[in-house]
């Protein structure tokens, strides 16, 4: 599983990365991304982004 | 370029390169790696900085370094009432933090550090259990980097701290999701001001910091775990708002994700420090974190140079750090963390109740931590609210 990043809508703030139970999140400079191989599913990131960035994305 | 160091700084915020100022000039031979070109942009913050910290910044700045001067707080109840609090907590300014951080990054660069923009610090180096470097991607290119000391400075991420063992993740409880607008075009009086109420900011405020007389950072923030959508109501507040905001108009967008809880249990190990935001060293009522993370780079660092004297950079040696920080602000913070779980659980009518017997007088107790006063007087009046506000009394 994976969050989808919405980068059109993501201003880089991070705040996602933090709660982020299993370390699947990184912010490269400003580009966000999440390894799926990570990804639990837990939606922390989705509830807490202020910018609704982040959303279930499809399992791939 | 070396690869040698006596320090590595993960993140070039103001922790990191206040660490990395006091270090060099202590005559360590620091490294600061910033994944981000530039120090201080995109800026994710109200950015404001209360008068106590000019003590605490061991560095010659004049008011232009610093920014707005603010005279005070206003502080909204949800029915409009207004408190006007003047104190050296209120009273300050609010910086454009493109140049603050800039100015500190110079310093530490001034002082010897080495800077090194665009570069992410990717995972720790170990050798048996010791962890003896970090390993970074510098423009793309992976390059491992030695020295005795880790230093995570690393804001609101902590994701190499969280590697070496550190309780950094943060419980969507323990923080605010706040968007923020820098507008031109406000109606602002020099004051740092606030709204409370849980149509306008669930468990969080709304805040308009001026940065002059015209513009302003206007944002909102609310408890991470409520899902409630910061930005909406942002534009709600805005729009609720035309004696502010009639003519006003945005002119960058911010905002970001701030720790509100506690701080982390433990900010040593071997070879490792955490200072700053890392370390959740965040005030609790108002997200408040640059003077807290300058102050911990500093005493950090103090410590660090210890270390580097003797030679033992062993967990018992650098602790002198932690139990520092702590004696200068555990205290406080956690009154002040009581006090924000006392408000968050607040209706707006009790709110606004709790309002009308407060004295800009109580209002200064209250923030240093005397809450049995007030408190007293409001259960007297309203005893549902003793079960709320026993915790204080
Ligand atoms: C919306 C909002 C409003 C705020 N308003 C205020 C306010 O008005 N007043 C106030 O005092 N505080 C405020 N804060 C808090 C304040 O911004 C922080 O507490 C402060 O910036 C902490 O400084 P720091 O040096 O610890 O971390 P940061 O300033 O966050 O710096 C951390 C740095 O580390 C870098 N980094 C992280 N991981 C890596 C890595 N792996 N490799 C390389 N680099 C890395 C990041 O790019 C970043 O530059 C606000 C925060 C937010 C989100």
């Known amino acids: 599983m994976a969050v989808k990043v919405n980068h059109s809508k993501c201003i880089g703030c991070a705040g996602c990365v933090g709660v982020c139970p299993v370390l699947a999140l990184t912010l490269e400079e400003n580009k966000l991304s999440c390894d799926a191989s990570k990804c639990i599913d837990c939606g922390a990131c989705i509830k807490i982004c202020p910018f609704g960035a982040l959303s279930k994305g499809d399992s791939k | 370029m070396r690869t040698d160091f006596d320090a590595i700084v993960v993140g070039g915020g103001p922790a990191g390169t206040s660490f990395a100022r006091k270090a060099a000039e202590g005559g360590m031979n620091v490294l600061v790696i910033e994944k981000k070109k530039d120090f201080g942009v995109p800026v994710r913050c109200g950015e404001g900085f209360s008068e106590r910290w000019n003590q605490v910044l061991e560095m010659n700045v004049s008011d232009a370094d610093l920014g707005a001067r603010m005279k005070g707080a206003a502080v909204f109840a949800p029915n409009g009432k207004k408190i006007v609090l003047v104190n050296d907590q209120t009273t300050g300014y609010v910086l454009e933090r493109k140049m603050f951080d800039k100015r500190l990054a110079l310093e530490a660069g001034r002082a010897g550090a080495t800077l090194l923009p665009k570069s992410l610090a990717i995972g720790l180096v170990k050798e048996g259990n ?26 609101m991420e902590a994701k190499i701290a969280r590697e070496a063992g550190f309780d950094c993740k943060y419980d969507p409880y323990d923080v605010d999701a706040c968007v923020e607008y820098e507008m031109v075009g406000v109606k602002c009086e020099p004051l740092i001001a606030l709204w409370f109420g849980n149509e306008i900011a669930p468990r969080g405020y709304a805040w308009v910091f001026p940065k002059g007389v015209d513009y302003a950072n206007v944002g909102i923030g609310v408890g991470g775990s409520t899902g409630a959508d910061p930005k909406k109501l942002l534009d709600d507040f805005i729009g609720n708002h035309p004696e502010f905001f009639g003519d006003a108009t945005v002119v960058e967008v911010k905002g970001g994700v701030i720790s509100v809880g506690a701080p982390i249990k433990k900010m040593t190990s071997d070879g490792f420090m955490v200072i700053g935001t890392a370390a959740h060293q965040v005030d609790p009522i108002h997200g408040g974190g640059i003077g807290l993370a300058i102050e911990a780079g500093l005493i950090a660092a103090k410590h660090a140079l210890k270390a580097f004297e003797s030679g033992d950079y062993s967990d018992a040696a650098l602790s002198g750090y932690e139990k520092e920080w702590r004696g200068l602000e555990e205290e406080k913070l956690g009154k002040r963390l009581k006090l924000r779980h006392v408000i968050e659980k607040l209706s707006d009518d009790d709110f606004n109740h709790v309002f009308n017997e407060t004295r800009s007088k109580d209002l200064d107790e209250v923030l240093n931590g005397h809450f049995q006063g007030l408190a007293a007087r409001i259960v007297l009046k309203r005893p549902s609210l003793l079960k709320v506000l026993k915790v204080l009394i």
């Not at chain 2, 793309?140 to 995570?152: D, N, Q, R, T, Y």
């Open chain 2, 130 to 155: 010791k962890t003896t470097g970090l390993r970074a991607l510098h423009e793309g290119v992976e390059k491992v980097f030695k020295a005795p000391l880790i230093v995570s400075a690393e804001g």
